[in-house]
């Protein structure tokens, strides 16, 4: 072995404590590049774990528009399609993340993950609170590496400070896990937590600040240590087998041996168990929620068993269970109310029976000189149709909860054709009957002048007759149909049975149109009649 050899080994590796730009995962760029602090893009399998925990499959991205985020974002993209969760939005921003916000509100997105700083952060929950994008319905997953009380010293929007504590409850932020959690003593025989008492008294003592990365720093010694170590082991061993010959190592065989025991690192640090996977760290990520007014540790993931670990009932939903992650509608059939159906058939009922016996009595006394110049059969025609318009009562209560789907279909036509001929059967009479005491009225030579029941019914009958050739025509070229129509609210959408047709409108306009004008024809000089006496009627 060279003497060189040991400076070119140093020139070959390259090891980070504190790198985490996802650029440098790039192994044809950087092939001896390693880092103890795990990557930018090490919270994406995680985020995925944990969307898949809690069932979500539809997500969208809010992204500050700098490489940083970018990078991360676009690692996202593939960890999301590998887990099949859905992107419905992807939103980037470079200062007013307003009408990006907005755009996630009317793609109906509920779980958003945010990758920006803390400055923009401010901005992007001043603009969830003023959109209504907060408590049971979002869930927002940010980066957990901002400062504390980050919402004070970077808020720069027009929100209050309660304002931006009220959008921001409930989120979860990911970062990497500085110390580990499990108190075992590792490489360096002390646990986390020693070690961490040591370091605080390290930083009383010389009077500096603390580092996020210090324990990967720490870490990072190790490694090279025990990588040094190792690959003197190793030529040591060769240098023994080779002893019958002149034992000579160039510097590629050198570099080569030392990146296979770099990837070859396994031992247990004060960040937890220090692995490399093409020289990226498999690390420990944690997940915090922030829970009236700071974080608080909810779980944590772990990228070398690739396992999700939740506290129990730490995590705080705005609501009785987690968000949905979109708009489920759920179709719910409206029916007719059973008791107000009821209370309005037993009053229908009631009319039907009344105007049975007004019909009896009116046959019955049909020959009685007062009933009889009452003209009563335009007063059997009036009852009949009353009493078929009191029977379409009965039919259009039926709906999908009472009949069959085919069974509704038909009863779409038996209705509507009753309660129309029902209409001007009664209507006609009565109009009839008027139209009698207007024309014997407008005779100005008052000569008597007798105008017979028949003629009566034939006016009826001509109304009826018009009435029929439009329905049947309706029925022929467009007939009624079942259709569902929906009502959508929040989260569930109500649906009802109707009968409909593309030429309903126009069809029952006609028939109206044609009663209307008759209508206004025989009412407009109905006033001089009140002045009438008694008119005869002959049968």
Not at 39 to 55: C, E, H, I, R
Not at 75 to 98: H, M, R, V, W, Y
Not at 410 to 423: A, D, E, N, S
Request: hydrophobic share 40%; with cysteine.
């Amino acid at each position: 072995m060279s003497p060189g050899s040991n400076t070119n080994l140093l020139s070959r590796l390259q090891l980070s404590f504190a790198a985490t730009t996802p650029v440098l995962a790039d192994k044809k760029k950087y092939p001896n590049f390693f880092r103890t602090v795990p990557s930018d893009n090490a919270v994406n399998p995680a985020v995925v774990k944990f969307l898949n925990f809690y069932n979500w499959t539809r997500v969208g991205t809010l992204t500050q528009d700098v490489q940083r985020f970018s990078e991360v974002r676009n690692d996202l993209t593939n960890e999301l399609e590998k887990g099949n969760i859905q992107i419905a939005d992807t939103e980037s921003f470079s200062n007013d993340p307003c009408i990006n916000v907005k755009k996630l509100k009317d793609s109906d997105v509920r779980i958003i993950i945010g990758q920006f700083d803390e400055n923009l952060a401010a901005k992007v929950f001043c603009c969830a609170y003023n959109l209504n994008m907060f408590g049971s319905k979002y869930q927002w997953i940010i980066p957990g590496w901002y400062q504390g009380n980050w919402w004070e010293q970077a808020n720069s929007t027009n929100c209050t400070t309660k304002k931006l504590l009220t959008a921001m409850e409930g989120y979860i932020s990911v970062d990497f896990e500085p110390l580990s959690a499990r108190q075992i003593k590792g490489i360096s025989d002390r646990t986390p937590k020693e070690y961490e008492r040591e370091y605080s008294r390290e930083l009383q003592q010389k009077g500096v600040e603390a580092s996020k990365f210090h324990g990967f720093a720490y870490d990072g010694i190790w490694v090279i240590a025990r990588t040094f170590t190792r690959v003197m082991e190793l030529l040591r061993i060769k240098q023994r087998q080779n002893t019958f010959h002149n034992f000579t190592v160039d510097d590629r065989e050198v570099g080569k041996l030392v990146l296979d025991v770099m990837n070859e690192t396994n031992f247990f640090g004060v960040t937890g168990q220090v692995m490399f996977r093409n020289g990226e760290r498999m690390g420990t990520i944690k997940f915090n929620q922030f829970q009236e007014g700071h974080e608080v540790k909810v779980g944590e993931y772990n990228a070398i068993a690739d396992v999700l670990d939740l506290i129990n009932n730490s995590i705080r939903f705005q609501g009785v269970e987690p968000p949905k992650d979109q708009t489920f509608v759920r179709l719910q059939r409206r029916h007719i109310n059973v008791p107000l159906y009821s209370i309005l058939s037993t009053i229908t009922i009631l009319g039907m029976l009344m105007a049975g016996a007004f019909l009896f009595f009116n046959i019955k006394n049909r020959n009685h000189r007062l009933i009889k110049m009452s003209s009563p059969y335009m007063n059997n025609l009036i009852i009949l149709g009353g009493m078929l318009s009191y029977a379409s009562i009965f039919l259009f209560g039926l709906d999908g909860g009472f009949v069959s789907d085919k069974e509704f279909e038909t009863l779409c036509t038996v209705r509507t054709w009753i309660l129309i001929v029902g209409y001007t059967t009664a209507f006609g009479a009565m109009f009839a009957k008027t139209w009698r005491v207007h024309a014997i009225f407008k005779n100005v030579k008052m000569k008597k002048k007798i105008i017979k029941d028949q003629k009566l019914l034939i006016i009826v009958g001509g109304m009826l007759l018009i009435d029929l050739c439009i329905l049947i025509c309706w029925q022929i070229v467009d007939p009624l149909k079942r259709t569902v129509e929906e009502y959508s609210l929040e989260d569930v959408s109500h649906c009802c049975l109707l009968c409909s047709s593309r030429g309903r409108t126009f069809a029952s306009l006609d028939v109206r149109l044609w009663q209307g004008l008759l209508e206004k024809r025989l009412l407009a000089p109905l006033s001089p009649c009140w002045k009438g006496g008694v008119v005869e009627s002959r049968n």
